[in-house]
């Protein structure tokens, strides 16, 4: 086998071509560049986010590269809006082959300041979100005989982090719903895996710093402070979720890849 053969066997085991993507909160950052991503190596990508603007203007850029996407308004916190947004995702594609549970929110504060309707806000869409999509898309996954599921975790899935009690609590769950989710449905070809990425340039982050009231030239400097010595950008994890999406990984489930330029190495 020569070396052309070898780059074309490869790019056929990330190929996505035939393949229907369900991609939540990807309306801008992580959620945007692996729509665009999967849509590039051939997948059909249903974006699902409560922000029509922001998701109609992943679906344009996804269609401008000459790939397929569609937008359905979503709260994943809702179960019945995620059983209408998988429902509407059938009628179209008849599959689901990937679902990529990506929508999330933070709010930076310590279990004093934080409210109660604050800490059910994020655990209602970073974790209960990922519970309604997968209850929706795994029967028929099951019935088609397998799929990849992606959760969104965190480097603070791993480990602590300051003023933002909510947010690693529901990271941590995420990881270990991937896990359990992994156990129960390997008999059914379901492949479940987490990403887990470290600081990100998304507007998720610069949200957070103008939460915490720093400056932002020395908030992102020591977002950076890691081995590789730079924030991520939402590419970054995109390719992560691909590899995770691809036959490339189809004998790994229940795992984490952390994608944070070393941050918790």
């Given at each position: 086998?020569?070396f ?23 309306a ?5 560049a ?8 051939g997948a059909?990508?249903?974006?699902l ?31 019945a ?8 995702v059938?009628?179209?594609h ?12 933070t ?15 994020v655990?209602?869409?970073t974790l ?15 019935r ?8 969104m975790?965190?480097?603070?899935s791993l ?5 933002a ?9 995420v990881?270990?719903?991937t896990?359990?989710m992994?156990?129960d449905?390997g008999?059914?070809n379901?492949?479940v895996?987490?990403?887990?990425p470290?600081?990100?340039?998304t ?9 915490l ?8 400097k ?5 081995p ?26 229940g795992?984490?890849?952390v994608v ?5 190495a």
């Open positions: 086998m020569d052309q053969q070898i780059c074309n066997r490869a790019g056929q085991s990330l190929s996505l071509q035939g393949k229907v993507a369900i991609v939540t909160g990807a801008s950052g992580i959620g945007r692996i729509a665009i991503r999967l849509a590039e190596m059909a990508v249903a974006v986010d409560k922000n029509s603007q922001g998701g109609n203007e992943t679906v344009r850029l996804v269609v401008q590269l000459g790939c397929q996407a569609s937008f359905i308004p979503c709260d994943v916190s809702s179960q809006e995620c059983r209408e947004a998988v429902q509407r059938i009628e179209s008849g599959s689901i082959d990937i679902l990529c549970n990506n929508a999330g929110i709010v930076r504060k310590d279990v004093l300041a934080l409210e109660e309707e604050e800490w059910d806000a655990l209602d869409v209960k979100g990922a519970y309604l999509l997968s209850r929706e898309v795994i029967p028929h996954m099951i088609q005989g397998g799929g990849a599921i992606i959760n975790g965190s480097g603070w480990k602590g982090g300051p003023k009690a909510a947010y690693c609590a529901a990271k941590a769950g990881l270990n719903l896990r359990a992994a156990i449905h008999k059914d379901i492949r895996n987490c990403v887990c470290g600081d990100v340039n507007p998720m982050l610069e949200s957070e710093c103008l939460q009231g720093e400056a932002r030239e020395q908030f992102m020591e977002a950076a402070n890691r590789l010595g730079r924030v991520g950008t939402p590419e970054d994890v995109a390719n992560a979720v691909l590899f995770l999406a691809s036959d490339m990984s189809k004998w790994i489930t795992a984490q890849l944070d330029g070393g941050g918790i």
